[in-house]
């Protein structure tokens, strides 16, 4: 089993739908999560970080993070074509907060 | 902020050669870290640093490969040496850890084809 697994996959949706990207993780000891998006060609840029139970939102994101499932997700409302994009959940080893592991991505196509 | 500064943006270099990876962190952030990015295998952490002391070289995935940071401000990879399947885009990353939180800021990445 990967520490940190996501669905590859493309997710197409219509522009202005809702984006659910789902990431689930092995350590129960994991206190941090982060979510990245990756535009092709170049290098991750953070969008969000999310330590407690519950939801967060920033804008038209929100990362939700259920720690006894072990499950974190990123929604993405009113989705543009610029978030077309590959996004990454990250999440930290054990009591390490330096430390990550990175899920392999999911690509995302918002569709006009 | 000019961001995490890495050189050469591309590198196309022999089997067998030297190859030296360069990066300049953020100033202030006190963790550095150098990842590889394959599809087949996603982002992988190497090594990292942590106030220029590497702290887990355990992602390095060979003695062909070496890391240092002298100073707060400057890191290489290196990789002698090199093998096709080193071919991969090499990112370094850099932290505030608890001061300025631990998410990372990543460089341009290097993409490194090895012939």
Redesign the interface.
Known sequence: QKEVEQNSGPLSVPEGAIASLNCTYSDRGSQ?F?W?RQYSG?????IM?IYSNGDKEDGRFTAQLNKASQYVSLLIRDSQPSDSATY?C?V?IGYN?????????TKLNVKP | DAGVIQSPRHEVTEMGQEVTLRCKPISGHN?LFW?RQTMMR??E?LI?F?NNVP??DSGMPEDRFSAKMPNASFSTLKIQPSEPRDSAVY?CAS?G??RL?????????TRLTVV
Do not use: C
């Not at chain 1, 170049?42 to 953070?46: A, G, N, T, V």
């Not at chain 1, 907060?97 to 991505?105: A, I, L, M």
């Not at chain 2, 939180?101 to 990445?109: E, I, P, V």
């Open positions: 941090s982060f990245y170049k290098s991750p840029e953070l970080s990454l990250a930290n907060f330096n430390k990550f592991y990175f899920g392999s991505g | 963790s990842y996603g982002l952490l990292y942590n702290i887990d990112f932290s850890g608890r939180g631990y998410g990372y800021t990543f460089g341009s990445g």
